[in-house]
Nanobody, 125 residues
Framework: EVQLVESGGGSVQSGGSLTLSCAASGNTYATYTMAWFRQAPGNPREWVASIWGSDTHYLASVKGRFTISRDDAKKTLSLQMNNVQPDDTAMYYC????????????????????WGQGTQVTVSS
């Protein structure tokens, strides 16, 4: 069983920065595909970024502003969010699945088996 706990959310002004963190359990963390999703009120959950090893991928609207990274020794996942915009306002979730799931499946919510409880990010204009 893998447990994920997010932290680092909060309120920030447009153009500001925020770093989200996710602490994971499990003995084989280095083998997990990890991802960040987000969900704004009234919208479906949306894939934001994913990482497997050093291979990273981003939603087009956050590419160049957000950076996903992982520390396998500490079993942590991070999302550095720069130049945040009001459209980035959402509940952000950390997600994990064991192994590499392929370039198409990494975008899909159903591909991930483990989820954190979420951390709220609110961006004011």
């Amino acid at each position: 069983e893998v447990q994920l706990v997010e932290s680092g959310g909060g309120s920030v002004q447009s153009g500001g920065s925020l770093t989200l963190s996710c602490a994971a359990s499990g003995n084989t963390y280095a083998t997990y595909t990890m991802a960040w999703f987000r969900q704004a009120p009234g919208n479906p959950r949306e894939w934001v970024a994913s990482i497997w090893g050093s291979d990273t991928h981003y939603l087009a609207s956050v590419k160049g502003r957000f950076t996903i990274s992982r520390d396998d020794a500490k079993k942590t996942l991070s999302l550095q969010m720069n130049n945040v915009q009001p459209d980035d306002t959402a509940m952000y979730y950390c997600a994990a699945v064991v192994g590499w799931i392929g370039s198409n499946r990494r975008l899909l919510e159903d591909s991930y088996h483990y989820w954190g409880q979420g951390t709220q990010v609110t961006v004011s204009s």
